[in-house]
């Protein structure tokens, strides 16, 4: 046998060794766990059992990675877990994903309830732009009860990009026109003028700055 044949058999009598103590601590483990899964029963096969780590900031190393080779130190980390078939491990992660998107939605309710709640406070040029905030609004009843595209602009202070995404992204047919033909009368835009640059106002009529100063130049404002 020649010296390279030798070293290789050699690693793989380590391996093999390696590989047959990995299977022996597991099922050590999943024995002293109960010998099948928490949730459903589960106890067919062992290598579909699995380490779920009830809470993720205590977990020091993962189980079935099997770095740790010591009984006793192993022992101590699936204190921390449950043990759960791959199914189940699959159901548990989806739960917490779903679960933590809830919390992340709930937040957002939260801050965009409390802008719109207190939006004299706010200068809403930064989320004008954003169709997000709008299903915590009354949109959808206005919408629903067919409020004139151009009054729906106004309240919500948003633009006509903006209402548009909103309508794709839920999937409602409205009033397709991009623009809005109709214009504040004069007296209208005076008091606009008053408390909102030209600007604001464009984005209250969906329209650009350059339209609004075309009916200051008419009205002769």
Not at 108 to 126: A, G, P, Q, S, W
Not at 136 to 144: A, C, L, M, V
Not at 196 to 214: C, D, E, L
Request: glycine content about 4%; hydrophobic content about 30%.
């Amino acid at each position: 046998m020649e010296k390279n044949e030798i070293y290789d058999y050699l690693n793989g009598s380590n391996y093999r060794y390696l590989k047959n103590s990995r299977v022996r601590l597991k099922e050590k483990l999943v024995e002293y766990k109960g010998g099948k899964c928490e949730r459903c029963g589960y106890d067919k096969c062992i290598t579909a059992l699995e380490f779920h780590h009830l809470d993720p900031d205590e977990k020091e190393f993962g189980v079935g990675n099997f770095e740790v080779l010591s009984f006793d130190k192993c022992k101590k980390e699936v204190d921390k877990c449950i043990l759960v078939c791959a199914n189940c491990h699959r159901e548990i992660h989806y739960e917490e994903y779903l679960k933590k998107q809830k919390e992340e939605e709930q937040k957002e309710i939260e801050v965009f309830t409390e802008i719109l709640n207190n939006r004299d406070k706010y200068d809403f040029k930064h989320i004008n732009n954003s169709y997000k905030f709008l299903k915590y609004t009354d949109i959808f009843s206005d919408i629903k009860n067919n409020v004139d595209r151009k009054d729906i602009l106004k309240k919500y202070r948003i633009n006509n990009r903006t209402f548009n995404k909103f309508l794709e992204e839920n999937g409602i047919e409205y009033s397709k026109s991009g623009k809005i033909d109709n214009k504040p009368t004069k007296d209208e835009l005076i008091e606009l003028l008053k408390n909102n640059s030209k600007a604001a106002i464009s984005r209250m009529f969906g329209v650009t700055w350059q339209a609004v100063n075309k009916w200051c130049k008419k009205y002769e404002i």
